[in-house]
C-alpha cells in the first residue's frame, strides 16, 4: 500500500478519509510543483496557476479558440492540499458524508489541481463546475481540439475512479 506523506495523511486524518481510499479510487498522489505560473485570474477574479507547460499551452488553446469566438475561462487551476481540505470540510459541514463528497471532490494530495496541470472551464452563461457545461459551444470545442494541446477530459462518465462526470475539468498530459 501506498505510504502517504505525513502532511496528507495527517489532512487525511483530520478528515476521515478512509486508508482504502487509494486503492478504490486509483488516482495518483501528486508532489508539489514547483514551477507554477500565472495564467491570470478565474471568473471570481483570483489568480490561477499551472504548472509552466500546461500554461503555455492553456494560452495557446485560449487565444486559439477565441480566434474561432469560442471564450473558455477559468474556475479552478492549481489547488494545494489544505485549499482542497478547506473544499472538504464546507461540505461536511453542510452535513454530507465523506463518502458522498469524495465522489465529487479528490481527496487532498489526490487532486489533479494540486499537480498544477489540471483546470476547471466554464463559458460565458453557464454555471462553474455544472454539467449543463456539455451543452456548450466551448465543451463541443474542446472535446473537438483540445488534445492538440495536450488537455484531456480527465473523468468522462462511467470514469473508473468512482468520480462523478466532469465536462469542465481538463488536465495536461506531460
Not at 463546475?129 to 484531456?152: I, K, N, P
Amino acid at each position: 500500500m501506498l505510504e502517504l506523506p505525513s502532511q496528507i495523511q495527517e489532512i487525511h486524518d483530520r478528515l476521515g478519509i478512509s486508508s482504502n481510499y487509494i486503492s478504490r479510487s486509483s488516482l495518483p498522489c501528486f508532489d508539489i510543483p514547483t514551477d507554477l505560473v500565472s495564467i491570470g485570474e478565474d471568473v471570481y477574479g483570483r489568480p490561477q496557476q499551472l504548472r509552466k507547460p500546461a500554461a503555455e499551452k492553456w494560452l495557446e488553446m485560449v487565444e486559439w479558440a477565441q480566434e474561432q469566438e469560442v471564450e473558455l475561462k477559468v474556475v479552478s487551476a492549481y489547488r494545494s492540499a489544505s485549499y482542497q481540505e478547506g473544499l472538504i470540510q464546507r461540505h461536511l459541514a453542510r452535513g454530507e458524508s465523506i463518502e458522498s463528497i469524495l465522489t465529487r471532490v479528490a481527496a487532498p494530495g489526490f487532486s489533479e489541481h494540486q499537480s498544477g496541470l489540471a483546470l476547471d472551464v466554464t463559458s460565458p452563461g453557464y454555471k462553474a463546475v455544472e454539467q449543463v457545461f456539455e451543452e456548450s459551444r466551448a465543451f463541443s470545442w474542446l472535446t473537438a481540439y483540445a488534445d492538440r494541446f495536450g488537455f484531456t477530459m480527465s473523468f468522462p462518465k462511467d470514469n473508473p475512479h468512482g468520480v462523478i462526470y466532469e465536462p469542465w475539468h481538463w488536465c495536461y498530459q506531460i
